[in-house]
DNA sequence: GTAGTCAATATGGAAT
DNA sequence: ATTCCATATTGACTAC
């Protein structure tokens, strides 16, 4: 906030941390990773983010440089090489453990190289394999997206199932979710901050707005006082409303607005200021 | 060269 | 103790 009194007309919105004092922005580039962590969730929560905007935004896969009719080609026959490879591998391993997360061979991690990159010979007489890039086909994240849209988690059936059918690891599957829902959770982050960010700009100005009403009604009030005015003006402390009409008085500052039809008058004289245009 | 993307890995906390 | 999940990070790759 620009200045102290930003909130004297009760118009402010307060930024700071979550309630669970847990900063929930992911980093946004890697060069800001080093600041990202004193950056705080406003604490102000406006729920405009539906289950719709959950999967949408991110749901294109970015294209590949070129989807020709030969990736497809090479890519069916990678699925066939995938199912040999992945029945070899199900049949030796016994579903969802530990042991699962431990780095696999570099065999493995071939298992859905795009065209081009299968066709790496892997270095086999380098002591230490390094990761080579697995992309998933089109169609293993057509199906996983498919199967994401309809629960963001997999219980181990699930996975079991969605390995077999897309011929990867099981942790390949938990790992595709988890990212997953991590990338849903960083764009939602960004939207949020977005709005957020615009919602306060909004409310900042409104809130500069209604100082300077303020001001302004503060000088001309002690304009007012400090001109010769009547009397039976001056000194209203409490003015008396009347109803036009039966002449009944109503609390100052009660509950009809500033709008009213009613006269403000002296008590003592009870004389009407303006003629009220329609009685109550 | 570099920023961005994404699969994979590491780690810690919660739940069981 | 084990499993699951969130989160941070790494490393390979792409697009510009």
């Avoid at 595709?176 to 959770?185: D, E, L, S, V, Y």
């Avoid at 707005?209 to 007012?224: D, F, G, I, P």
């Avoid at 003015?239 to 509950?255: D, M, T, V």
């Avoid at 039809?261 to 003592?268: A, D, I």
Wanted: aromatic share 4%; net charge neutral; hydrophobic share 30%.
């Amino acid at each position: 906030m620009e200045s102290p009194d930003a909130c004297s007309t009760r118009l402010c919105l307060g930024l700071g941390p979550t309630s669970t004092g847990q900063s929930t922005f992911q980093r946004v580039a890697p060069s800001d990773r080093d600041d990202a962590d004193h950056l705080l969730l406003p604490s102000l929560s406006l729920g405009l983010f539906g289950e719709a905007t959950n999967y949408q935004s991110t749901a294109s896969i970015p294209d590949r440089a070129t989807t020709d009719k030969q990736l497809s080609l090479v890519e069916s026959t990678n699925m066939h090489l995938q199912r040999e490879v992945s029945s070899i591998f199900n049949n030796s391993s016994s579903g969802t453990k530990r042991s699962e997360r431990e780095p696999e061979s570099g065999a493995l991690e071939k298992t859905a190289m795009v065209s081009g990159e299968e066709e790496e010979e892997e270095d086999c007489s380098s002591s230490t394999p390094r990761r080579k890039k697995l992309r998933l086909s089109k169609e293993q994240v057509s199906i996983l997206e498919g199967s994401f849209k309809s629960h963001t988690t997999v219980n181990p059936n699930q996975k079991e199932d969605l390995a077999r059918r897309l011929c990867l690891r099981p942790r390949q599957v938990e790992v595709w979710f988890q990212n997953r829902r991590a990338r849903i959770k960083s764009k939602q982050t960004e939207v949020e901050c977005e709005t957020l960010k615009r919602r306060c700009e909004t409310l900042m100005e409104e809130n500069m707005r209604l100082q300077e009403q303020v001001l302004e009604l503060k000088l001309l009030s002690t304009a007012r006082q400090a001109a010769m005015m009547p009397p039976f003006l001056v000194q209203i402390q409490t003015p008396f409303i009347a109803c036009p009409s039966c002449g009944k008085s109503a609390e100052s500052g009660g509950s009809f607005p500033s709008t009213t039809p009613f006269s403000v008058s002296t008590p003592k004289s009870g004389r009407r200021l303006s003629e009220p245009s329609t009685p109550h």
